[in-house]
């Protein structure tokens, strides 16, 4: 790793962080692809493993003593969820610029943080910039590219946001400079930590707070797509437990309206959250939901009758498709089961 293309006193310029969880099969690729990474200026990387009882935490530990200059080890005692173990860890970085990497994921060019640097150095009015990703399964087979069909190396703002939402960008894509010269620490854990479960919508609407995302057209990491019954990560999660994704989506999307709605304009915040009270309403038709009186008292509190209209006439006429399409996969999910081809608990369907 050569040094000082870009002065930045004795502090590493980029903070990297890596946040955990039963990764033990997928970390070593990870840190190896950080680790691996060619750049004329230094760089940190901020581990930090959520309890993991597996042994993720041994093999950080091994990385952690072999590189001792460059990896800061946070090992919890006990599962602080994904949003708090990612606030945490921001706050230990020392970088101008911050990368995020799930342990799972891993980058693919060694001069993915070089290039986005370079270009955040040489274009100030730009606080973050991306690229597009590859996605693969648990095995670590090819599915599909991201904006495959998109002409990148372009400027993507609030518009991008509206049409995309979390598919618009993956964080592990992003290089972004320190919101915390431009945030409050108290503004950032509010707007942090109105979902327990992800950041993901969350820190994009920070960086779009600040100026349009640059995206590059190179393909630089990978986002490994995993969707088990017994898998812990946040995709299966929210497949697993769909009442207790929306009803946290329904809080975290309140609040990003209240935080943000003078700040991006542009973001069509009612229609995010009609559509999402249309999803949790939509999910009490089917089992195991149905009936269910203590969830549907606990859509109450964002239920009024113009919302009640208003995400009836988004749920069927703006995302008519959708709808229809998770008619059709409970039916075909019931027939599978019933001719035994799925079994009773599968989430595939």
Not at 283 to 311: E, Q, R
Not at 325 to 339: A, D, G, T
Request: glycine fraction near 2%.
């Amino acid at each position: 790793m050569n040094v000082n293309k870009y002065s930045y006193g004795n502090t590493p310029l980029v903070s990297v962080v890596i946040i955990t969880y039963n990764h033990s099969r997928y970390i070593a690729q990870a840190l190896e692809s950080v680790l691996n990474q060619k750049t004329t200026f230094q760089f940190e990387i901020i581990v930090a493993d959520d309890a993991s009882p597996d042994n993720t935490q041994e093999i950080i530990a091994q990385y952690a003593e072999k590189y001792p200059e460059i990896i800061t080890f946070i090992a919890r005692k006990v599962n602080w969820g994904g949003t708090r173990n990612l606030l945490d860890a921001l706050t230990h970085c020392r970088g101008k610029y911050l990368g995020i990497l799930d342990g799972d994921d891993y980058y693919t060019d060694e001069l993915k943080l070089q290039k986005q640097v370079d270009f955040l150095e040489s274009h100030t009015e730009y606080f973050s910039c991306a690229h597009r990703i590859e996605i693969v399964d648990i095995d670590g087979k090819h599915i599909i590219l991201t904006m495959n069909d998109i002409k990148l190396n372009c400027a993507m703002g609030q518009r991008a946001f509206n049409q995309w939402e979390t598919d618009f960008l993956h964080l592990n894509s992003l290089i972004f400079r320190r919101l915390e010269d431009v945030y409050r620490q108290d503004e950032l854990e509010k707007i942090y930590l109105s979902n327990p479960l992800s950041v993901h919508s969350t820190l994009l609407l920070l960086l779009l707070s600040q100026s349009p995302i640059y995206v590059m057209s190179d393909v630089m990491s990978v986002w490994r797509r995993v969707v088990q019954n017994d898998a812990t990560n946040y995709t299966s999660y929210a497949c697993k437990h769909k009442k207790d994704v929306r009803l946290k989506r329904l809080n975290q999307f309140t609040l990003q309206e209240d935080f943000f709605k003078y700040k991006l304009p542009d973001i069509n915040f009612l229609r995010r959250s009609y559509c999402a009270l249309w999803d949790a309403l939509i999910i009490s038709l089917f089992p195991p939901y149905t009936g269910n009186v203590k969830y549907i008292c606990s859509l109450v509190h964002y239920i009024t009758l113009k919302k009640m209209l208003m995400s009836l006439f988004y749920g069927l006429v703006s995302k008519p498709c959708s709808t229809v399409f998770m008619f059709c996969k409970r039916i075909i999910r019931k027939v599978f089961i019933r001719l035994k081809i799925l079994p009773q608990k599968t989430m595939i369907l």
